[in-house]
């Protein structure tokens, strides 16, 4: 038996943190593919609301200032 020859503690650590970030690795490829589950459902709960709730909220949390959001509302009621 030959305990000796093998990598030794230095080899052994190496290989470890190689495998952790292979694993780190497919696992973000895996979420970055696929989506996280929750991200599905928010936007399919924004394509079910109807565009004058998605202009308001957007007017809400400032996205738009007050000369688009009327823009914007005139537009929709316009083609209505």
Do not use: C, H
Not at 3 to 27: E, P, Q, S, Y
């Amino acid at each position: 038996m030959m305990w000796n020859d093998g990598m030794g503690w230095g080899g052994w650590t190496a290989m470890i943190l190689v495998m952790l970030a292979f694993w780190a690795l497919v696992i973000f490829g895996l979420i970055a593919a696929f989506g996280k589950p929750g991200d599905r459902k928010q936007d399919a709960r924004a394509s079910d609301q109807d565009p004058q709730a998605i202009l308001r909220a957007r007017y809400a949390r400032g996205e738009i200032d007050d000369d688009e959001f009327r823009v914007r509302q005139e537009t929709l009621r316009a083609n209505e």
